[in-house]
DNA sequence: AAAAAAC
């Protein structure tokens, strides 16, 4: 178990001078008259100059009002005034709206004999509740009204990791509990560490956030700011989102009234680092959301600028965490430059009965989509399938696709609406709650809306168009069989997917589907997707590229250590052998 | 070739 001189151990010298008067996160949050006590001696630690404490004392109004700026994480001062908004008030309403709601709990039957893999040196062991794990009153606290009862596998993995300072890159569905798995040791970390954390190193209107986690859409970023502010009430750690055109709600506001974790997408956060409005300098939590996505072709440069461009702690003095349902060899490959002496973990995806989505593959011609596609909806609300309680998730290839397929369903009498990029934000926004709400039960949707989004009650995906690369296809399927509930997948197939027939049907038979025949006459036509994986089995959504025979990186710190070092390294005694990678499969 | 992400 981590001690606080664990998340001390890189804090500067400095940091002794600031303790007397700087307000900890987990008592920011005390009634306005324990604080108003404390407010003339806010923070003066080292760096902290005069001008500090003169308008503090000076001035009744703070932020906004003088426009001169301070980063008031020093101050617990001006924290009472406002109350925090109870996050859970949502739940509480959506819960009423569908009765016995029970998707804040995972099923944990269908997780039971989920297949988890580890390699890297020394991986710290995994825990099997939230009780053996020291994450402090107010978090367990939130862990409970979050109903919350034991971790998922990819928390009892990594929680443990994380809270020993370690590096990690973890394979896992969305949906099986990934952000709690690196919100809860971000957020115990700033509490324990705060206590002797260092001022901000300037005086300015600058945010210097602890933690920064990325995700590659706004809506992911909604969700993800969404969910850590439950885990973070009443701790005194400010979460703070920043996504989409210049400050439409406020996020400019939020900053400057100081923040402790930065939720952003990375074009806005490139923009307040060019405007100054972000440091990076204290950042010692880096989480990588979609972390394949985050490092692709579209956005790797970006994610370079802000990781290794800008002011940010480099690898090893920062702790960094890389989260994704799939990890393509290459991504891990480029990933590398972003991690110290990491952890590889792969929790299990498909191939055993933890496979909760059925899949289908129909051969629909392009000039049939659409009348397949209204067969399939008149099927389900044959089945009675309809409704808030059975959303249906249709992805296209384009955004002009989207607007042309939902305008087509509208005229037909079918209730939907449309999610991309060509949208405006409140337009997306509207359409995502509409569509979770039940009020138009079928969202056509281009890939924003494939990662990481929770939609509860997501009973079908139909891949109207199906994508090039086989991730997308798990990530866009994954919006279904959420949180070990079942659903259903359906895949319009013709000449135009012939480069994906291999690499989905290996993935279904790997998923125990039911693969149609006629697939492997495509298969056989094309080469794409081979050895993807690395040979590694199908069990998971990557295998770490480290163990391929392969990959040799002679004399890096990976396999440094151990005799009968060998081209891999895996097996010799260097760390990576067969006893320390765990599965709760054996 | 398309999608996402700043002004």
Redesign the pocket.
């Known amino acids: 178990m981590p001690t606080p001189s664990d998340y001390n151990g890189k804090v500067p010298a400095a940091a002794g001078a600031a303790r007397t008067s700087y307000v900890p996160p987990h008592l920011r949050n005390r009634p306005l008259s324990a604080e108003a006590a404390s407010a003339p001696v806010a923070r003066s630690g080292g760096y902290s100059a005069g001008p500090r404490n003169d308008r503090i004392g000076g001035s009744s109004s703070y932020i906004g009002g003088g426009g001169g700026g301070w980063n008031n994480r020093s101050n617990g001062w001006d924290r009472g005034r406002e109350r925090e908004a109870n996050p859970f008030q949502d739940d509480l309403e959506t819960e009423q709206e569908f009765g016995s709601r029970d998707n804040t709990g995972i099923n944990f039957d269908a997780y039971e004999d989920i297949p988890v893999e580890t390699s890297g040196k020394d991986v710290p062991s995994p825990v099997s509740t939230f009780a053996e794990i020291d994450l402090g009153e107010a978090l367990n606290l939130n862990i409970k009204r979050c109903k919350y009862v034991k971790p998922t596998p990819v928390q009892r993995y990594a929680i443990p990791i994380s809270l020993a300072g370690r590096d990690l890159m973890a394979c896992a569905q969305t949906g099986s509990g990934k952000t709690a798995a690196f919100c809860f040791p971000i957020i115990s970390g700033i509490m324990k560490s705060s206590q002797s954390a260092p001022s901000p190193p300037s005086f300015s209107r600058m945010a210097y956030p602890f933690a920064l986690i990325l995700s590659?859409?706004?809506?992911?970023?909604v969700q993800i700011h969404e969910e850590a502010r439950k885990f973070a009430y009443q701790t005194g750690v400010r979460v703070v989102v920043?996504?989409?055109?210049?400050?439409?709600s406020g996020q400019l506001r939020d900053l400057e009234k100081g923040v402790d974790i930065l939720v952003?997408?990375?074009?806005?956060?490139?923009?307040l680092l060019?405007r100054a409005r972000v440091s990076l300098q204290m950042v010692k939590y880096l989480a990588l959301d979609e972390a394949d996505?985050m490092l692709?072709?579209?956005?790797e440069p970006?994610i370079r600028r802000i990781v290794q461009q800008m002011d940010m702690p480099p690898a090893g003095v920062r702790q960094t965490m890389l989260f994704s349902a799939t990890f393509p060899k290459e991504i891990q490959c480029l990933a590398a430059d972003f991690l110290s002496n990491y952890v590889f973990l792969a929790v299990g995806r498909v191939g055993s009965s933890t496979d909760l989505i059925v899949q289908r593959v129909e051969y629909v011609l392009e000039t049939d989509k659409r009348s397949h596609l209204m067969d399939l909806l008149h099927a389900q609300i044959a089945n009675g399938n309809q409704g808030k309680q059975a959303l249906t998730l249709v992805f296209v290839?384009?955004?002009?696709?989207?607007d042309a397929l939902e305008h087509w369903l509208c005229i037909n009498g079918f209730p939907a609406t449309s999610?991309?990029?060509?949208?405006s934000q409140q337009e997306?926004e509207y359409a995502l709650r509409s569509f979770k709400s039940g009020k138009t039960p079928i969202l056509v949707?281009?890939?924003?809306?494939a990662r990481g989004l929770d939609i509860p009650h997501v009973a079908h995906v139909v891949n109207f168009d199906l994508?090039?690369?086989i991730d997308?296809y798990v990530h866009r399927i994954g919006r279904t069989g959420r949180a070990g509930k079942t659903g259903l997948a359906t895949a319009f197939f013709n000449d135009n997917n012939s480069s994906l027939a291999r690499p989905l049907s290996d993935l279904m038979l790997e998923a125990n589907q039911e693969v149609p025949a006629w697939i492997s006459r495509f298969a056989a036509r094309s080469s794409y997707g081979k050895n993807r994986r690395g040979g590694g089995g199908g069990r998971f959504g990557g295998r770490d590229f480290r163990r391929d025979t392969s990959y040799n990186r002679g004399g890096t710190d990976y396999y440094s250590v151990g005799a009968g070092h060998s081209s891999n390294g895996y097996n010799a005694s260097s760390g990576y052998g067969p006893a320390t990678v765990t599965s709760a499969w054996d």
């Open positions: 590659p859409t706004r809506e992911l970023s920043a996504y989409g055109v210049i400050d439409c952003a997408t990375p074009g806005r956060l490139v923009d060019e996505r692709d072709m579209g956005f970006q290839e384009t955004k002009k696709g989207a999610i991309h990029g060509d949208r997306r949707a281009t890939d924003v809306a994508p090039n690369d997308d």
